[in-house]
């Protein structure tokens, strides 16, 4: 990376070398996360009261806005999906590496995972309730359907697979996107994404109003923001002014987005999914504000406070992990309760903070060793088969970007910066 100055001259930013690997995308999954393992970790689980003092009342608000890292995956994997698409359109084997390498980054967890739970502990516990209701429920998890069916029947009594839902509609962008990017240029692009918004918007609006609220929640059309806001930044790197273009606009726009989300919190006593506000409107200024996180993750400087942030080794961390973490999280609230003693941990002055950071943290623990197993002894082997579906082949020319970046800001495709879940 190269240090530059914004075209205002108002601060200095970062130019990314988008070529390269860059740990503060690892970072923003890392953040992304640990919001959804805070989330879910302390919204149940463990068997204590969502709210009881002050104190555990202004965590319990807190905590359950957790949900929004979905959002933040969403809009990373836009960004660097479209970029990997956009930068590889020119390669004779577009499709074929593309769908190659994400089937041998997501399909060994994804499906191992459900072999574990649908085929293995199925015959190995016969009677258990929850199991032969994961069972029933086989095709729609096979085929990444879920969402559909979360959509038209609710949430699953036996949750444990219930966040496949978000896996889902990644798979379902995955198909269509591709074609897209191929059949269209970067203005067009572009305007499909803005589309995507203002539909995922009306679309939203449209299914909570006729009491669809979790259609509205875990269908993709209704989840397309989030996806475009990141796409758009994808293809805006690719213009004449680089992702810098836009990049002194992120802190007044994050800031001003976190002031009115903060707003919405008070008045609806926070950020909760399920509430009409926030399952509208919320989901598109929670799209563009961690749009703005994104920018600012890319260019900031490391001695401000997002280059510090975005720094971090914690998240970096937590980032490299997150797939594997994400899939593994929850069935742990299922098959695990009452594996961890809280009785132990003392109350003070009424309040079950310390019982439920011991739960959050133990859980995570448990949650990064098995992410730590899996990736190393599981999903690396899978990945050294990825050096056989190469984006960047000699049969292909220069993409468009490659030629531009080379004559306006001397940066190479964004195709070889770190995929989705890599």
């Given at each position: 990376m190269t240090t530059s100055k914004t075209l205002s001259g108002e601060r200095e930013v970062i130019e990314p070398r988008l070529s390269e690997h860059i740990p503060a995308l690892d970072a923003v999954r890392g953040l992304a996360i640990l919001l959804v393992l805070v989330f879910h970790f302390s919204s149940y689980g463990h068997g204590l009261p969502p709210a009881g003092v002050f104190a555990d009342r202004i965590f319990h608000v807190i905590s359950r806005a957790g949900w929004v890292g979905v959002d933040l995956f969403f809009v990373l994997s836009g960004f660097l999906i479209t970029g990997?698409?956009?930068?590889?359109?020119?390669?004779?084997?577009?499709?074929?590496?593309?769908?190659?390498?994400?089937?041998l980054r997501i399909f060994p967890v994804y499906y191992g995972s459900l072999v574990v739970f649908l085929v293995v502990l199925p015959h190995l516990f016969p009677d258990n309730d929850g199991l032969r209701a994961l069972q029933s429920d086989g095709f729609w998890y096979w085929t990444y359907l879920s969402n559909v069916r979360i959509a038209h029947d609710g949430w699953p009594l036996f949750g444990a697979l219930g966040h496949f839902w978000s896996l889902a509609v990644e798979e379902q962008f995955y198909v269509v996107w591709p074609v897209v990017v191929l059949l269209c240029t970067r203005s067009q692009l572009i305007q499909i994404g803005l589309f995507c918004i203002g539909g995922s918007l009306v679309a939203r609006v449209g299914l909570t109003l006729t009491g669809h609220q979790t259609a509205a929640f875990v269908l993709t059309p209704a989840r397309m923001d989030?996806?475009?806001?990141?796409?758009?930044?994808?293809?805006?790197?690719?213009?004449?002014?680089?992702?810098?273009?836009?990049?002194?606009?992120?802190?007044?726009?994050?800031?001003?987005?976190?002031?009115?989300?903060?707003?919405?919190?008070?008045?609806?006593?926070?950020?909760?999914?399920?509430?009409?506000?926030?399952?509208?409107?919320?989901?598109?200024?929670?799209?563009?504000?961690?749009?703005?996180?994104?920018?600012?993750?890319?260019?900031?400087?490391?001695?401000?406070?997002?280059?510090?942030?975005?720094?971090?080794s914690l998240l970096r961390f937590f980032g490299r992990y997150s797939y594997a973490l994400y899939v593994f999280h929850h069935p742990i609230l299922f098959f695990t309760p009452g594996l961890l003693p809280l009785g132990w941990v003392p109350t003070f002055f009424g309040?079950?903070?310390?019982?439920?950071?011991?739960?959050?943290?133990?859980?995570?623990?448990?949650?990064?060793?098995?992410?730590?197993?899996?990736?190393?002894?599981?999903?690396?082997?899978?990945?050294?088969?990825?050096?056989?579906?190469?984006?960047?082949?000699?049969?292909?020319?220069?993409?468009?970007?490659?030629?531009?970046?080379?004559?306006?800001?001397?940066?190479?495709?964004?195709?070889?910066?770190?995929?989705?879940?890599?």
């Open positions: 990997i698409l956009y930068d590889s359109k020119a390669s004779v084997h577009y499709f074929r590496n593309f769908y190659a390498r994400r089937v989030a996806l475009a806001v990141g796409a758009i930044l994808a293809l805006t790197a690719r213009g004449p002014t680089g992702v810098n273009g836009i990049a002194r606009l992120a802190s007044p726009a994050a800031g001003l987005l976190s002031l009115v989300l903060v707003a919405i919190s008070l008045w609806r006593g926070g950020l909760a999914s399920y509430d009409p506000v926030i399952s509208t409107i919320g989901h598109t200024l929670l799209a563009c504000l961690f749009g703005a996180v994104l920018v600012l993750a890319l260019t900031s400087p490391r001695h401000t406070f997002p280059g510090r942030m975005f720094s971090s309040s079950l903070l310390l019982k439920k950071f011991v739960f959050i943290i133990s859980a995570t623990a448990f949650s990064v060793v098995l992410a730590l197993i899996s990736w190393h002894l599981y999903e690396t082997q899978f990945l050294k088969l990825k050096r056989l579906f190469p984006y960047q082949s000699g049969e292909a020319e220069a993409s468009p970007f490659q030629a531009e970046s080379a004559a306006v800001c001397s940066q190479t495709p964004l195709a070889k910066v770190s995929e989705p879940g890599s």
